[in-house]
């Protein structure tokens, strides 16, 4: 599994932050950084993960199933 | 960990969709059903009255990502009654679905100030975003009858798309949810764009049928406008429960969201005692309701206690990009910990709340670090 930005609908709530730490983070700028941007969630993150896409109120993060 | 095989789920927003990750995530592998009252896929409703109402963002963005293997989810199932006896959720078309488990998560409405034969607006589903949207591109003028944040976002959002904007309260608009202060730094911010506002303490009175035409204020006068929306906040949607409980109060949960043996809830329906609380309140927010729905969850799968976290909300208004954690006491002065009111970005914190409260204004901060300072609030004053 991987979760895909969309920048443009960030807003920089970072609640995605607060559930997912590991995977996500707010810079000084309030920029997301995203820790497995392009690459596959690790299995064990796959849960954290779907809580953090879950959570984001703008739907700024995009679930991409491998292969699809 | 447990003996549920089948448990149902009512309610079709937020809180029903976390409960279902989480219960999956928790290890419940048994059957789920997810009876939601309205037609259509799952959304979020923080963007209703921001993003979707100001034209920044489409409808398709509100739409919740659902993993259809998860879960049965049934849109258009209304639940009418709950036969306890029996574990049967009973629908509007007469079906009854069997659980061993229940999460009633059927969220709220808008309260409404009108009678039932007025065609009265409000803004609280993602129909009724798109049609306000659409019909503020003709329309010159707009009275917003309410108080709250949701009243602010609609008027941000018409004012922005050129309407004149009248907001009529019964006090002081954001004074009880906000205090004095941040709540005189937003009205400031909607004044400068031309907003103005009407006290009418005895409430009003909504004039026309088909379509509204104006309210009538205590003093007698009508004020009149393209446009009269609504935003008086919402009310639990309980009364399919009567039969099966006491909902005079809405439906009262215990710390673990429990309600009853094998039936907890959460989101905007439940009414919480959390710790430092009287007396059970509702908080029809969007943290709120997924916190709940996990706690919820953990429950119902007889699992440990999942922590709550402080409450968090936030707004976007006329410029200022607003974030709190805790409850804002009302009567008490906030501490300035960096920027400034004057500048409209800062950093603010109350002591002498249920919780301890801190808020961002225009000010970058991570969520834990906001809620860590609400915290820490808290904690100073109890030493």
């Known amino acids: 599994m991987r979760v895909d930005v969309i920048r443009p609908r960030c807003e920089g709530h970072g609640l995605c932050e607060e559930v997912a730490p ?5 810079d000084a700028d309030g920029e997301l950084i995203h820790a497995f941007e392009g690459q596959e969630i690790p299995a064990e993150l796959e849960a954290t993960a779907r809580a953090a896409v879950t959570v984001c109120p703008v739907a700024a993060l995009l679930i991409e199933r491998s292969g699809q | ?41 799952p959304y979020a409703r923080p963007p209703l009255s921001k993003g979707l109402l100001n034209g920044v963002s489409d409808s398709e963005s509100c739409i ?12 258009g199932a209304c639940a009418v009654d709950l036969d306890r006896h029996d574990s049967q959720v009973i629908l509007a078309d007469g079906e009854r679905v069997p659980f061993d488990g229940l999460i009633v998560a059927t969220g709220a409405r808008a309260r409404r100030i009108g009678q039932p034969n007025q065609n009265e607006k409000v803004v609280r589903t993602l129909g009724d975003s798109l049609s306000l949207r659409e019909v503020m591109r003709t329309s010159d003028s707009m009275i917003i009858v ?17 309407l004149t904007v009248t907001i009529v309260s019964r006090s002081t608009p954001l004074r009880a949810i906000a205090g004095p202060h941040l709540a005189k730094l937003v009205i ?38 393209d446009l009269v929306i609504t935003a008086a906040g919402c009310l639990p949607n309980v009364e399919w429960l009567a039969s099966a409980f006491d909902v005079s109060n809405g439906l009262v949960v215990d710390e673990r969201m429990r309600v009853a043996p094998r039936i907890v809830a959460a ?18 927010l969007w943290m709120s309701a997924i916190a709940q ?30 974030k709190i954690a805790g409850t804002i006491p009302p009567r008490v002065s906030p501490v300035v910990i960096d920027g400034s009111f004057a500048e409209r970005r800062a950093l603010v914190t109350w002591t002498g709340g249920e919780s301890g409260a801190a808020a961002a204004v225009n000010y970058h901060l991570p969520i834990a670090r906001l809620k860590a300072l609400a915290r820490q609030t808290r904690e100073t004053m109890s030493v």
Do not use: K, N
Request: overall charge negative.
């Open chain 2, 188 to 225: 400031d911010a909607a004044r400068q764009a031309g907003v103005d506002f009407v006290t009418s303490a005895a409430g009003v009175r909504l004039v026309g049928h088909e379509r509204i035409t104006g309210v009538e204020v205590d003093d007698g006068t009508t004020l009149t406008a």
């Open chain 2, 293 to 322: 729905a996990r706690a919820a969850s953990a429950s119902l799968l007889q699992l440990d206690p999942i922590p709550m976290p402080a409450q968090y909300a936030w707004t976007e208004v006329f410029g200022l990009d607003v």
């Open chain 2, 1 to 41: 960990m447990t003996d549920l095989h089948r448990i149902v789920i009512v309610g079709g927003s937020i809180a029903a969709v976390t409960a279902v990750d989480s219960l999956r995530s928790m290890g419940y592998s048994g059957e789920l059903v997810v009876l939601g009252a309205e037609t259509g896929r």
């Open chain 2, 64 to 75: 919740l990502q659902v993993d259809d293997s998860s879960a049965d989810f049934r849109s």
């Open chain 1, 22 to 26: 590991a995977i996500f983070s707010l």
């Open chain 2, 267 to 284: 989101g905007d329906v439940a009414s919480w005692r959390g710790p430092g609380r009287s007396h059970p309140r509702r908080t029809p």
């Open chain 2, 146 to 162: 309410g108080a709250g944040f949701l009243a602010f976002e609609i008027a941000t959002a018409a004012a922005r798309a050129g």
